[in-house]
């Protein structure tokens, strides 16, 4: 067998690596300026420190080739032999921060402290609402005794206390010991989507979506006196779900007996929202990386066993049986890589655009993946 001219093939790697520094770094340079234009937006900012990790592996993997070209042409293959493992080292290192990027993403760091600053400013609300309760209830215990002395300071703790009970963004309600609601803000009726305006008495059982979380607030009450952080889920006036976080103080008469409850419902529906949809991104992504790192590391091999095979199919005739025992190694392994190629086509993933495409191909490409 000849032996084939090697410099085409060393120009080839020395410009394909010279070429992905170049793609790689205006890839990264344009995630950077759409960032600059939206700084709030999750996806740009994913993509571009996505884009800045396969920039360092992509110039790590280049400069590698470039300098391993340089040394064999220079006749330095013993100072390659050297570095190379350094070389490697550095691929692995930055082929693992493209992982990490991609799946420890601090959106997901900032979406959890949210939800712990909305728990404390629900938390908080929920104290000063208690304590003005407190206050008010105290004042009418001895209401005919200190008439003159407290009408300034019962005056104040119900301007306060109005002021928080009509102000909440979140919901505020009152129940009796039957569960049936005897006052809301205007803040909850338009969360279930009624109006204000609307002459309809409520009780628990209707606006909750599921009997069982009914009974759960009715015996946490009854057992605690209290319920910290319940969470629920709400029906609307148009059969809608909620998902909510419930926190209430049951209400005693003198001698102890439970006459009601007040509480407050925080509307967790656009963080539960957010939370999915982060929790499954990542799943995805996580999943089409594993899907191409495998994909990529069987590719190497059977193109290793594609080529040796076609060699060996040159010294042998064309009717001999171990030519057509080689015919079926080439075939079975030109069908290997077609699985290869359909998965890594599949799995790779690109930011959100809006732009016309052909359903057939994309039924096709699912079709093929499918079916293997």
């Not at 306060?160 to 009726?189: C, E, W």
Request: with cysteine; aromatic share 10%.
């Amino acid at each position: 067998m000849n032996g084939l001219p090697m410099l085409p093939a060393i120009l080839v790697d020395v410009a394909g690596s010279a070429l992905n520094i170049v793609f790689s770094f205006l890839a990264t340079w344009y995630a950077f300026r759409l960032t600059r234009l939206k700084p709030d937006n999750f996806l740009w900012g994913y993509l571009f420190y996505v884009n800045l990790a396969i920039a360092a592996f992509a110039t790590s993997r280049a400069v590698g080739h470039i300098s391993r070209e340089l040394l064999y042409a220079a006749g330095h293959g013993d100072i390659w032999q050297a570095i190379s493992p350094y070389s490697g080292g550095f691929n692995t290192l930055f082929m693992i921060s493209v992982a990490a990027v991609m799946i420890f993403y601090h959106k997901g760091v900032q979406a959890y402290e949210a939800i712990e600053q909305e728990a404390a400013k629900l938390k908080q609300s929920k104290t000063r609402l208690a304590q003005a309760a407190r206050e008010l209830k105290e004042l009418n215990l001895n209401l005919e005794e200190k008439v003159e002395e407290r009408t300034g300071e019962l005056s104040k703790s119900e301007k306060k206390f109005r002021h928080l009970f009509t102000a909440s963004k979140d919901m505020v309600f009152f129940t009796d010991n039957r569960q049936n609601i005897v006052d809301m803000n205007s803040s909850g009726y338009e969360m279930l989507g009624y109006s204000h305006l609307e002459s309809i008495r409520l009780n628990l059982r209707d606006i909750f979506r599921h009997e069982g979380d009914v009974a759960t607030f009715v015996s946490m009450l009854a057992r605690d006196g209290f319920v910290s952080d319940l969470e629920a889920e709400f029906v609307k006036k148009d059969d809608a779900t909620i998902y909510v976080l419930i926190s209430a103080t049951a209400l005693y008469d003198d001698e102890g007996n439970i006459t009601g409850a007040e509480g407050i419902a925080k509307d967790l529906t656009r963080l539960k929202t957010m939370m999915e949809q982060l929790v499954s991104s990542e799943k995805m992504a996580t999943v089409g990386q594993m899907a191409a790192g495998i994909a990529h590391e069987i590719n190497t091999p059977l193109g290793i066993i594609l080529g040796y095979t076609q060699l060996m199919m040159d010294d042998f005739e064309r009717d001999s049986e171990t030519y057509q025992n080689l015919e079926v190694v080439e075939r079975q392994t030109k069908a290997s890589r077609k699985i290869v190629a359909d998965l890594l086509k599949y799995s790779r993933q690109s930011g959100s655009a809006r732009e016309s495409f052909n359903c057939n191909e994309i039924v096709t490409d699912s079709a093929a993946v499918s079916e293997h």
